[in-house]
C-alpha cells in the first residue's frame, strides 16, 4: 500500500502538507475529507493532472475518521502506519522521502530556528488569522447573522501584533526566516497568512517586507502550485450562497461560535 493523505485543502495545515508533497514530487494518494461534509462544500477542487489530485466520495471522511482518531486533517496513512499533525507529518516526509536539506536543515542552529518558529506559531499566528475566516465568512454563514464589526477588528488588531513580531524578530532582513533559502517555518507560516487575503483582509497590504517575502515563497514553491493550492481559499466567499442542511447547521452553529470566545 502506498502513502495516502487525507486533507481539505480548506484547511491550512493540510495546504502545507499538500504543497510539501507536490512540491519535493513525492508520491501519494490525495483523499478528499470535506472538513464541513457535503451540504456545506459540496463543489470539489478543480481536478489537475497527476494521480494525487482530489478524489471524491463520502467514505474518505469515514477512512479518515480511523486513520486519526482525534478526527481531524491532516492525516497520514502509510502502510500500516498513520500519522496526525501537521508539523509531525511535515518531518515524517522530510525524513523519509530525503527531502532538500533547506526544509528541515541538518545544521543544528538552523533546525534550531524552524523549531523555534513552529512553537511560536501556534500561540500567535494560528491563534489570530483563522479567525478572520469564522467572523466574516463561517459563523454568517451558520447563524444567518453577522457578527458585530469590533470582533473584526480585536481579531486584525492581535494578528498585527502578531505580525509585527513575526517581522522584527523571525523574518528581520532575511530572504526567508531561517536565511536565504525557504523552510518549513515559511510554508506553515504562509499557509496560514492566506487565511485572512481569502476573506477580503489583505495582512500584506501597506506591510512591504511581509509582501516580498511572500512573493519569494511563491517563487519558491510555484506559483501554479501555490495557486492551486489556495484555489478554495481564495474562493471561500462563495460559500455564501450554499444552502445548509438546517440539521448540520444546529449542530454546528455553537461550535464556531465558541472559536471565538
Known amino acids: 500500500m502506498g502513502l495516502e493523505l487525507y486533507l481539505d485543502l480548506l484547511s491550512q495545515p493540510c495546504r502545507s502538507v ?6 519535493n514530487n513525492i508520491p501519494f494518494e490525495f483523499k478528499h475529507v470535506e472538513l464541513f461534509k457535503d451540504s456545506v462544500l459540496g463543489k470539489k477542487p478543480a481536478a489537475g493532472s497527476g494521480a494525487e489530485q482530489p478524489r471524491g466520495g463520502p467514505s474518505n ?5 480511523k486513520v486519526n482518531l482525534l478526527k481531524k486533517v491532516p492525516a497520514l496513512k502509510d502502510g500500516d502506519f498513520t500519522l496526525a499533525e501537521c508539523t509531525a507529518i511535515l518531518l515524517y516526509l522530510s525524513r523519509k522521502y530525503n527531502t532538500p536539506d533547506h526544509w528541515y536543515p541538518s545544521d543544528i542552529k538552523k533546525r534550531a ?3 523555534e518558529y513552529l512553537s511560536w506559531h501556534h500561540a500567535n499566528i494560528r491563534a489570530n488569522a483563522p479567525k478572520t475566516m469564522w467572523i466574516k465568512v ?18 486584525m488588531e492581535g494578528l498585527s501584533n502578531s505580525l509585527k513580531q513575526f517581522e522584527e524578530r523571525f523574518l528581520q532582513d532575511k530572504a526567508f526566516i531561517i536565511g536565504s533559502e525557504i523552510s518549513l517555518a515559511d510554508l506553515v507560516a504562509i499557509v496560514e497568512l492566506m487565511q485572512p487575503v481569502g476573506v477580503g483582509c489583505d ?17 519558491a514553491v510555484g506559483k501554479e502550485l501555490f495557486f492551486q493550492a489556495h484555489e478554495m481559499i481564495l474562493n471561500i466567499k462563495e460559500l455564501s450562497n450554499i444552502q445548509i442542511d438546517p440539521q448540520l447547521k444546529e449542530h454546528l452553529a455553537p461550535v464556531l461560535m465558541k472559536i471565538l470566545k
Not at 471522511?61 to 475518521?65: I, K, L, R, T
Open 18 to 23: 499538500y504543497i510539501f508533497a507536490r512540491k
Open 61 to 65: 471522511s469515514e477512512e479518515a475518521g
Open 113 to 115: 530556528q524552524v523549531d
Open 138 to 155: 463561517l459563523i454568517p454563514l451558520f447563524t444567518g447573522q453577522p457578527l458585530p464589526s469590533e470582533k473584526l477588528q480585536e481579531v
Open 203 to 219: 495582512i500584506f497590504e501597506d506591510r512591504p517586507r511581509l509582501m516580498e517575502w511572500r512573493r519569494r515563497v511563491e517563487d
